[in-house]
């Protein structure tokens, strides 16, 4: 008879066997992606399914389904293989554990945080730095991402980023803003006169427009418009005529200076989105993820005490 810490101790083999084929939802499938037979395969998951006593997937002629057992666990395991993957790829070489690999957004990356990484470079010369861009969720473990960096709702409990935790880093001021000729063309004399003009749109703040006219009680639906996924795309399009967007005004700071870009109307509000330093719960007491997001706050700190108005 299995004693009860050894029903409690699956081996990893039958753990990685029954997560694949719950991932991949066939026998045949998790065969191919672990480089075993389809016997192999099934020998392990009915091993695993006496060991703990539970049916684990329901088999029909037209495949497997997972059960409501198999779901909970299903989830539980995928998550204890990705720390078990991560703490032997940290123990295998010692050079990743001196790496950060960081997703960043891809206007807030280059406009704000590239020019102050030398500062952090200086700090921590020991970590090894690496950039991807990603724009909205992921997942951590497949992309190969320590931390990102992620804008989300406002509020008490912020972006439900699965198995992640959200640190708060700032809000951010938006404006209205087009070109000079274009603020030319159609001149503004009240915030209703932007509901007749083409206002442009960020893909990942479909509310942004709302929420701006709701801040002066102006209750109507804007109409839509061009929408994007970059804040650099925008900021182009506006440079371009192409009508008013809402932009977060730290970000378009070089522009504004030069004359390109002007304020459509001077009515500024916090976005009902903010940043966030996202880490894989998996990730979250990594060295160079700590280190990180502690220099992170308190760039984000120094910057918020600099700018007038925030």
Not at 90 to 99: A, F, G, L, P
Not at 109 to 124: D, K, N, Q, S
Not at 133 to 161: L, S, Y
Not at 233 to 253: E, K, N, R, T, W
């Amino acid at each position: 008879m299995i004693g009860l810490s050894r029903k409690l101790l699956p081996s990893t083999s039958a753990l990685a066997a029954f997560d694949s084929v719950a991932r991949l939802g066939s026998f045949s499938a998790a065969a191919d992606e672990l480089s075993l037979t389809q016997g192999a395969i099934s020998r392990q998951v009915s091993g695993l399914e006496e060991q703990l006593g539970v049916f684990l997937f329901d088999r029909t002629s037209r495949g497997v389904k997972l059960t409501a057992a198999g779901e909970d666990y299903a989830r539980t395991v995928a998550h204890a293989l990705a720390l078990i993957r991560s703490a032997s790829l940290q123990v295998m070489t010692k050079r990743h554990s001196d790496q950060l690999t960081l997703a960043i957004l891809p206007t807030f990356g280059t406009r704000w945080l590239m020019p102050r990484i030398p500062a952090f470079v200086a700090r921590h010369p020991e970590i090894t730095l690496n950039f991807v861009t990603r724009i909205g969720m992921f997942d951590f473990d497949r992309d190969g991402v320590d931390m990102a960096i992620h804008i989300g709702p406002m509020g008490e409990k912020g972006p439900q980023w699965p198995g992640a935790e959200c640190t708060f880093l700032m809000e951010e001021m938006v404006a209205p803003v087009c070109s000079p000729a274009f603020l030319a063309a159609h001149p503004i004399g009240e915030p209703r006169d932007l509901l007749r003009l083409p206002l442009l749109h960020m893909a990942s703040r479909p509310g942004a427009w709302s929420h701006w006219f709701e801040s002066l009680g102006i209750g109507e639906t804007p109409a839509q418009g061009m929408r994007f996924e970059q804040f650099g795309s925008v900021a182009q399009a506006c440079i371009a005529g192409l009508g008013v967007a809402l932009m977060p005004l730290f970000l378009i700071d070089s522009e504004m200076a030069e004359g390109q870009i002007v304020e459509a109307y001077p009515h500024h509000v916090r976005s009902p989105s903010a940043y966030y330093a996202v880490a894989p719960l998996s990730k979250v007491q990594f060295r160079p993820v700590a280190a990180f997001r502690s220099w992170l706050i308190e760039e984000v700190g120094r910057f918020q005490q600099d700018v007038v108005g925030w």
